[in-house]
T-cell receptor, first 115, second 115 residues
Framework: SAVISQKPSRDICQRGTSLTIQCQVD?????MFWYRQQPGQSLTLIAT?????????ESGFVIDKFPISRPNLTFSTLTVSNMSPEDSSIYLC????????????FGQGTRLTVV | AQTVTQSQPEMSVQEAETVTLSCTYD???????LFWYKQPPSRQMILVIR??????QNATENRFSVNFQKAAKSFSLKISDSQLGDAAMYFC????????????FGKGTSLLVTP
């Protein structure tokens, strides 16, 4: 398994500001992902965090709004920029190991409230 | 695009009884993975069970089993001998074959377990 630490676990932010969420894994992983879970909704993939290159964003998500970094194989950050109340969600980091392991592991998520 | 549909927003089961959660999906791929994840109030996503599409045998993990009907694109979860700790949101998920560990999730089913 993989132990994933996400920080902060929750935050309340003013609209127009930005928040950076950190995801730290206890061992090297090949792939890292960021999901958004809006209130009462399912998880939606934001992007794949690529080590050493730009993240790959899903339709409807852009780098200017959700810049992502992945400086090494155990760490990634997601920034939610210029926040509005519509950005209030749970943001989850997910990781996967080598190609033969099918399981994706999740962090406990960051509950973001924008006021 | 692959879509995952969970038609039951809420389900209720009595302790020690059996409950089945439904999931259907749409895909043109022949090789893929299906998952059931559990999300308790702690927000932690926990893998319950996985099924490889190329396997005809239904997956089983202790009290949890699936009924995988590939032709019908159906993937239901059966929970036997339900326990109070099974109460949670249950998400059905599809793993795209070319996306590593990125998952498409259904909207979830909230399972209530009554004493």
């Amino acid at each position: 398994s993989a132990v994933i630490s996400q920080k902060p676990s929750r935050d309340i932010c003013q609209r127009g500001t930005s928040l950076t969420i950190q995801c730290q894994v206890d061992s090297q992983v090949t792939m890292m992902f960021w999901y958004r879970q809006q209130p009462g909704q399912s998880l939606t993939l934001i992007a794949t965090a690529n080590q050493g290159s730009e993240a790959t964003y899903e339709s409807g998500f852009v780098i200017d709004k959700f810049p992502i970094s992945r400086p090494n194989l155990t760490f990634s950050t997601l920034t939610v920029s210029n926040m509005s109340p519509e950005d209030s969600s749970i943001y989850l980091c997910s990781v996967g190991r080598g190609l033969t392991n099918t399981e994706a592991f999740f962090g406990q998520g960051t509950r973001l409230t924008v006021v | 695009a692959q879509t995952v549909t969970q038609s039951q927003p809420e389900m209720s089961v009595q302790e020690a009884e059996t409950v089945t959660l439904s999931c259907t999906y749409d895909t043109s791929e022949s090789d893929y993975y299906l998952f059931w994840y559990k999300q308790p109030p702690s927000r932690q996503m926990i893998l319950v069970i996985r099924q490889e599409a190329y396997k005809q045998q239904n997956a089983t993990e202790n009290r949890f089993s699936v009924n995988f009907q590939k032709a019908a694109k159906s993937f239901s979860l059966k929970i036997s001998d339900s326990q109070l700790g099974d109460a949670a949101m249950y998400f059905c998920a599809y793993r795209r074959s070319n996306s590593g560990y990125a998952l498409n999730f259904g909207k979830g089913t909230s399972l209530l377990v009554t004493p």
